[in-house]
């Protein structure tokens, strides 16, 4: 059946009325129940079983992109006029990454055109990508091999089909020490890039807000928990809801949520800065330029925000009463403590970037070459869960080598609010950490860190998505 589609439908050369017969046949093909109207679950079955392969949520795209008077269904006319301006969006791509102009596309070609958007890939898996499209074993691509790839995915542009394996910024777990998004020039100079960053905050804010709780008692394990006070999840919930009622529990989210924006836009703006200061070549950032691109702009984005760092443990930790509010809790913390106690933990915090990050980054691109390697014969599109089980567990790797860190950044700045409580340097307080509580007592509140990633991610991408319809930001 496949190949009798390919031969009514991809011929290396058609006449107008050629391709419109072929669009009345497979019109024909997809509308089942002969209404003269086809619908995304004609589509779906359609498609498939003419043996068309089409990525998750492919078919509910093109019906929307093509239907004009909103019926939920493409009548013949959309039909047509959907694939006729989608082919020809797909002609001026091809002619894109066509670079000598021989109506074949090898894998430098690929590769080259991917490094003029911002994005660097190896040899290796440039012609993994090309071995997806490539229907007739040669390592080339010929029009039509691209077009029987694409007509039936959504993606229109180069840029579109790169953003496959970008690290997405979906993904927000609480802690915001990961390298940030590659943008390419044309996101950069349609202002598409604020749109996507200003989605990714807002997932982020949401996401913060529903594993609250969670975050809550995380920091509250990881000041107050020790060997001779074990505190479980339960007794810990009953504290806090005993102690300040239901809404103590979101205790510290407000300027969580409130540093996200500055803490992006500064990590962003740095981020490009030292791209340009480090990169051997204009234009083009290696790996391991990245990394280090990425380490500084967190480090300088964690220096900026780091007052408000140290207030959100205050605020967290707090009583009922201690603080009115976040301007009276800066007010008492610098006329108790002084400027300087607004940078308590602040070594510890800038040490954990490198590992977060590194690992962040080498886990995800392990994971990525691995699924390129072994699973992209069909498709170079990976599919959404595979992204988001990517970005998750490379986070949650990175998460857990830099706890240790984490945890004296956090007792560090919450120690002069405790009664009775030494103020130790961070070196005593890991031998200290060491001698009475073992090697993991570096990991208190690593349970209900680790409880929060799931819920936190899966809060991300629906609203993520959801901002990104709202605006108009093509998926």
Same mark, same amino acid.
């Given at each position: ?30 509308d ?31 019906i929307s992109?093509?239907?004009k ?15 006729k ?26 590769? %080259? $055109? ?7 890939? =190896? ?23 691209w077009?029987? *790839?694409?007509l039936f995915?959504p ?8 953003r ?12 915001s ?24 905050a807002?997932?982020?804010?949401v =996401? ?15 000041? *107050? ?43 962003f ?10 990169? $051997?070549e204009?234009?083009?950032?290696q ?6 691109a990425? =380490? ?8 900026a ?12 930790l ?5 603080y ?51 699973? $992209? ?16 567990? $490379?986070?949650?790797?990175? %998460? ?14 919450? %120690? ?20 009475k ?8 509140g ?22 990104k319809?709202?605006?108009?930001i093509?998926?």
């Open positions: 059946m496949y190949q009798a589609a390919r031969k009514l439908f991809f011929t290396d050369c058609r006449c107008a009325d050629d391709a419109s017969k072929a669009y009345d046949d497979l019109f024909r093909k997809l089942t129940n002969a209404d003269g109207k086809v619908d995304v679950s004609e589509l779906k079955a359609g498609l498939a079983a003419l043996g068309i392969k089409t990525g998750i949520g492919a078919a509910q795209k093109i992109s093509g239907d008077d909103n019926d939920e269904g493409l009548d013949f006319d959309e039909f047509s006029k959907y694939l301006e989608h082919e020809k969006k797909l002609l001026l791509t091809f002619k894109s990454l066509d670079k000598n102009n021989d109506g074949c596309v090898d894998f430098l070609e690929i590769k %080259q $055109s991917l490094a003029d958007l911002g994005l660097n890939i =190896s040899q290796e898996e440039a012609q993994k990508i090309l071995q997806s499209i490539d229907v007739d074993g040669t390592m080339t691509l010929d029009w039509n091999e077009r029987e *790839h694409f995915n993606a229109t542009n180069l840029q579109e089909i790169i496959y394996w970008k690290h997405s910024t979906v993904l927000d777990i609480g802690d020490l990961s390298i940030p998004d590659e943008f390419t020039e044309e996101e950069k100079t349609t202002g598409m890039w604020w749109k996507q960053l200003s989605a990714g807002m997932a982020g804010a =996401s913060r807000t529903g594993t609250a709780p969670l975050d809550r008692m995380k920091v509250f394990m990881q000041v *107050h928990s020790s060997k001779t006070n074990k505190i479980s999840l339960v007794s810990g919930f009953k504290q806090m809801l005993k102690e300040g009622g239901l809404m103590s529990l979101w205790r510290g989210n407000g300027i969580n949520v409130l540093k996200i924006a500055p803490e992006t836009a500064i990590k703006m740095a981020y490009e800065q030292f791209k340009k200061l480090l990169s $051997s204009p234009g083009k950032v790996t391991h330029e990245r990394f280090m990425g =380490s500084l702009a967190g480090a300088t984005a964690q220096t925000i780091y007052p408000m760092e140290v207030m959100k443990t205050r605020l967290t707090r009583k009922t009463g201690q009115s509010g976040m301007f009276d809790c800066a007010k008492q913390i610098l006329k108790k403590e002084g400027v300087k106690a607004f940078y308590k933990g602040y070594v510890p915090n800038l040490l954990g970037i490198i590992p977060y990050a590194g690992i962040d980054l080498a886990v995800y691109e392990s994971l990525k070459n691995l699924w390129l390697s072994r699973y $992209s014969k069909d498709s170079a599109n990976p599919g959404i869960l595979v992204l988001l089980g990517c970005g998750t567990l $490379s986070s949650t790797c990175g %998460q857990l080598m830099s706890y240790p860190l984490a945890l004296i950044r956090t007792r560090m700045q919450a %120690q002069a609010s405790l009664e009775g409580s030494e103020q130790l340097p961070m070196k005593l307080m890991v031998k200290k950490i060491l001698k509580e073992g090697f993991f007592g570096l990991y208190r690593i349970l209900p860190n680790f409880m929060k990633v799931i819920p936190a991610v899966s809060i991300s991408y629906v609203v993520y998505e959801n901002m319809d709202s605006l108009g093509q998926k």
